[in-house]
């Protein structure tokens, strides 16, 4: 995506009179629930518009490094300053601490992807758990683990818990998590697992019968402060906002799970 269309993603405008814009710059992969956690705050925070940028990881990169390095100042796009960064995982976010493109020290931890076991929702006898399902003879629709993110961690969950002999031969492998919703949906398959924010998206067709939080290791996804950050203050209430009951449960709305540092 290149920055011109990443530009146009930018949500609600610009922020209204007496309003202080406050730029979140973030990957696709979490931009719904960032959405969400942004307009939690403002809600508590009714002189700050939230504003969010969105590209790929990379060109989050590309785009931080070009601003903090422009002789006219740490601008992108000509449309002002970015506040925190939340690129999907934390892998991006580590990069750019070790360059100082984000403030050390200031990483949040705000979501962890799970995995989610799902049925149409429609049926009625469904099994509500995947040890339920591994005792009865229906089928379990799961990704390709060969070339998904998805199919690698339910294969590491399953033989992890056990319970990989318990279904095989009862395995519907789908190219990828869509594939997953239309086995699931089709019949092909009595049940599927997916990540929880995909669940969410197609909520009305499936529901949500167990979340799956072992066996496998949870992608985290964390915020840090940006280093030319123009309100300091505004970005560290935001930050510790991430942790509050309120954003909590937002998060889980979204379908993610709480990270560990924000449990009580």
């Known amino acids: 995506m290149t920055l011109v269309c990443a530009s146009l993603l930018l949500f609600d405008g610009s922020a209204r009179a007496g309003q202080e814009a406050f730029v979140i710059a973030g990957s696709p992969s979490v931009k719904g629930v960032i959405d969400r956690l942004g307009a939690g705050f403002e809600r508590t925070h009714h002189d700050v518009r939230t504003r969010l ?7 989050l990169r590309r785009t931080i ?3 903090e390095n422009s002789m006219v100042g740490q601008y992108f796009i000509g449309s002002g300053p970015i506040h925190v960064v939340a690129p999907g995982g934390d892998e991006v976010l580590t990069r750019l601490e070790q360059k100082y493109y984000v403030l050390p020290g200031t990483k949040h931890s705000y979501a962890v992807e799970q995995l989610v076991l799902v049925v149409p929702e429609s049926l ?3 099994a509500d758990s995947l040890e339920a399902l591994s005792r009865r003879t229906g089928r379990l629709a799961v990704a390709d683990p060969s070339h998904t993110r998805l199919g690698a961690q339910t294969g590491a969950m399953l033989r992890t818990l056990g319970l990989e002999a318990s279904f095989k031969g009862r395995l519907d492998v789908a190219t990828d998590s869509r594939g ?4 699931v949906l089709s019949g ?3 049940a599927g697992i997916l990540f929880g924010h995909e669940a969410v998206k197609a909520q009305e067709r ?6 799956l939080e072992k066996g496998y290791a949870q992608t985290v996804h964390s915020m840090a402060m940006e280093r030319y950050c123009p309100n300091r ?3 560290e209430e935001f930050l510790g906002y991430l942790c ?3 954003a909590q449960a937002i998060v889980r709305e979204a379908g993610y799970g709480v990270p560990s540092a924000c449990r009580p």
């Open 188 to 190: 092909q398959a009595d």
């Open 65 to 67: 490094a070009g601003m």
């Open 233 to 235: 203050s505004l970005c």
């Open 180 to 183: 997953v919703l239309d086995h």
């Open 53 to 59: 940028y969105v590209d790929s990881g990379l060109e």
């Open 244 to 246: 509050s009951a309120e």
């Open 206 to 211: 499936v529901r949500v019968v167990a979340r």
């Open 124 to 126: 009625v006898d469904a």
